[in-house]
């Protein structure tokens, strides 16, 4: 299978590449039970090989942890962008309604009947026609009525308009402020990015030298897999007994082995945990948010012995991971800033949340 086009970055967000075969390899080992990088990077004496591991581990999580809190606002934004969006447009057409009545009322005052400044009485007693005079005066006085509807119809509908751009304002600040908390996260996980760089870059050259091999190889591997798959090689250990929708969604997230972890994307050469879940399972004509927390309620809860090829597996709490299950207790993710996409044990991640199977 060829492989696809250059990488890309989704418009939701900044992407978090990984940042080196250093960067990436020295998670491939972590340690359980890490421990997190303190203060400056400068101050801190020249860690061990698996003291960086573990602790580069930790920042890592730690950014995708972050970024799958930003993937949980997009659904709140999307709904805030559409109610300023249908704000904006009732506002049109609103204004377009003061302004018709805005020329009615103009045309009404210069069609106005010009009083003379006599009493009704006194026209009535000098007019020549006293019949025709009390006809205009019927005339006068319902198009004096006329004008007073059309000015109250100006009055409710520019008390509309001004309700509609209340209501913006209001919308506008609700969109800012998710749009805010989402910066904030995106953040966070730049920050936890770049604590663990200054972590591999506190090692020596030898450690360096070592994880960069180590990185490599592990994509090699990971290319020699998918490269088996493709040509029907796999092995009895890698099949996976999968029909149905279910089958394109897993053939779908195995064909993505070795793609790099990117925050926020969803193909077609790099993905974070939620969007490689999101994109397989819609590539099997099923929708799903890009986000892991809102996946687990997108589907049928199964309990964990009852898991099927294609179902969804969840971590943490609050939930900031998901993995497709694979059968036999494995599972293909996206892990993590620094780890691309791989088959992994579903215990490879503490804190197993549950499990849902979509479509």
Not at 277 to 300: F, P
Request: glycine share 10%; aromatic share 4%.
């Amino acid at each position: 299978m060829s492989r696809k086009g250059t990488y890309r970055a989704v418009s939701t967000g900044r992407t978090y590449r990984t940042r080196g075969l250093a960067l990436a390899a020295i998670t491939s080992t972590a340690l359980i039970g890490v421990m997190l990088v303190p203060g400056s990077a400068a101050a801190e004496p020249q860690p061990t090989l698996e003291q960086a591991r573990a602790q580069v581990a930790a920042l890592q999580e730690k950014a995708e942890i972050a970024g799958e809190a930003a993937n949980d606002l997009r659904d709140d934004i999307k709904a805030a962008t559409r109610k300023v969006k249908a704000i904006s447009t009732g506002i049109k057409k609103q204004q377009a309604q003061v302004n018709g009545i805005k020329v009615q009322i103009g045309a009404l005052a210069v069609a106005g009947y010009q009083q003379t400044g006599m009493t009704t009485t006194a026209q009535l007693l000098l007019s020549d026609d006293p019949d025709t005079f009390l006809a205009q005066a019927s005339t006068a006085q319902a198009f004096a009525g006329q004008q007073s509807a059309t000015l109250r119809r100006f009055q409710t509908a520019q008390g509309k308009l001004a309700d509609l751009q209340s209501g913006e304002r209001t919308e506008l600040a609700a969109l800012q402020s998710v749009q805010a908390k989402q910066d904030q996260l995106k953040a966070q996980a730049d920050k936890a990015l770049a604590d663990a760089e200054q972590v591999v870059a506190r090692l020596d050259k030898t450690a360096r030298d070592k994880l960069a091999a180590e990185a490599r190889e592990e994509e090699r591997k990971l290319r020699e897999l998918r490269a088996s798959r493709d040509k029907g090689r796999m092995g009895e250990e890698i099949n996976i007994p999968a029909s149905g929708r279910a089958k394109i969604a897993v053939e779908y997230a195995m064909d993505q082995l070795g793609d790099r972890y990117v925050w926020g994307a969803d193909g077609p050469s790099s993905f974070d945990c939620s969007g490689l879940t999101m994109t397989a399972w819609g590539k099997a004509g099923v929708s799903l948010s890009h986000s892991s927390r809102a996946q687990i309620s997108e589907g049928r809860r199964v309990r964990r012995s009852a898991l099927m090829p294609g179902d969804l597996v969840f971590y943490g709490s609050p939930i900031h991971h998901v993995g497709m299950y694979i059968g036999n207790g494995r599972m293909v993710h996206a892990p993590r800033p620094g780890k691309p996409v791989a088959i992994d044990d579903i215990d490879y991640m503490s804190g197993y949340a549950g499990a849902t199977r979509p479509g």
